[in-house]
């Protein structure tokens, strides 16, 4: 997840993560947005977890990586997730939507090292914006 996470690329000092694991059940859909970085259970590996980020919600529409004549509606429960390199990530690329059940928490804030204490980790990046269209319509690029 760098540059979000582990910007300096240091392989001796990593973030610490606080992660709000409220997010899981009922509530997944009214408690994450497009942009949070949230941890989940592989589809493929149910013992991995991956840490990416969420680029569409249900009902969102997405022009995968490498794609640009192509798109996926996402489905109701599910979600689009996408690290932020995505060009060499494990990611909805590969495995195409995510159920929101396999949601396990969302990274709110580093607190460690101190350096990062505080850090914002919300946003979705700028580029991966014009490949999302808000239920189907509109480009995120004109919300």
């Given at each position: 997840?760098?540059?979000?996470?582990?910007?300096?690329?240091?392989?001796?000092?990593?973030?610490?993560?606080?992660?709000?694991?409220?997010?899981?059940?009922?509530?997944?859909?009214?408690?994450?947005?497009?942009?949070?970085?949230?941890t989940l259970v592989s589809?493929?590996?149910?013992d991995l977890l991956l840490?990416?980020?969420?680029?569409?919600?249900?009902?969102?529409?997405?022009?995968?990586?490498?794609?640009?004549?192509?798109?996926?509606?996402?489905?109701?429960?599910?979600?689009?997730?996408?690290?932020?390199?995505?060009?060499?990530?494990?990611?909805?690329?590969?495995?195409?939507?995510?159920?929101?059940?396999?949601?396990?928490?969302?990274?709110?804030?580093?607190?460690?090292?101190?350096?990062?204490?505080?850090?914002?980790?919300?946003?979705?990046?700028?580029?991966?914006?014009?490949?999302?269209?808000?239920?189907?319509?509109?480009?995120?690029?004109?919300?």
């Open positions: 997840m760098q540059p979000a996470l582990n910007p300096d690329s240091n392989l001796l000092r990593r973030d610490v993560v606080l992660v709000d694991r409220m997010v899981q059940g009922e509530m997944a859909p009214r408690r994450l947005r497009r942009g949070d970085i949230v589809p493929y590996d149910p840490v990416k980020r969420i680029i569409a919600m249900p009902h969102d529409c997405v022009v995968p990586l490498g794609k640009p004549n192509s798109f996926v509606r996402v489905p109701k429960g599910h979600c689009w997730v996408e690290g932020d390199e995505s060009f060499h990530s494990g990611d909805s690329t590969s495995f195409g939507p995510v159920s929101l059940a396999l949601i396990r928490g969302r990274a709110l804030t580093p607190v460690w090292p101190p350096s990062r204490f505080g850090a914002s980790l919300a946003g979705l990046p700028e580029w991966k914006k014009s490949r999302v269209y808000a239920n189907g319509v509109r480009p995120l690029t004109e919300l």
